[in-house]
């Protein structure tokens, strides 16, 4: 059965930083593993992809790069998201999001095999 439980979130000033964490359970399909954030109003939008097979990568919304950092440590079945120069359009609730599709879909999904509850980021001016 999939899981996923959320951590990490806060409020912090902006220039601040914060690292969420995402346990999961998974199958073996699920290589490609995101954060996705979604603020009131606005459309869910992906922040940060890391495909886990054997041809592993990265990808970074425009938005976030430079600024964040996704890993993940398969020993603890745990997400990273390392979030630094946090600004008050980061504002959002941020959800893990493991998907099973290829490399090369990876960092361009709008969707996911399962969805957590999401943990709260408030960034303040």
């Known amino acids: 059965e999939l899981a996923v439980a959320e951590s990490g979130g806060g409020s912090v000033e902006a220039g601040g930083s914060l690292r969420l964490s995402c346990i999961y359970t998974?199958?073996?399909?699920?290589?490609?593993l995101a954060w996705f954030r979604q603020s009131p109003g606005k459309e869910r939008e992906g922040v940060a992809s890391?495909?886990?097979?054997?041809?592993?990568?990265?990808y970074l919304a425009d938005s976030v790069k430079g600024r964040f950092t996704i890993s993940h440590d398969s020993a603890k079945n745990t997400l990273y998201l390392t979030m630094n120069y946090l600004k008050p359009e980061d504002t959002a609730m941020y959800y893990c999001?493991?998907?099973?599709?290829?490399?090369?879909?990876?960092?361009?999904?709008?969707?996911?095999?399962?969805w957590g509850r999401g943990t709260q980021v408030t960034v303040s001016s």
């Open positions: 999001a493991p998907s099973s599709i290829s490399v090369f879909e990876c960092g361009k999904q709008t969707t996911a095999d399962i």
């Open positions: 998974l199958t073996y399909r699920q290589k490609c």
């Open positions: 890391i495909y886990i097979g054997t041809i592993g990568g990265t």
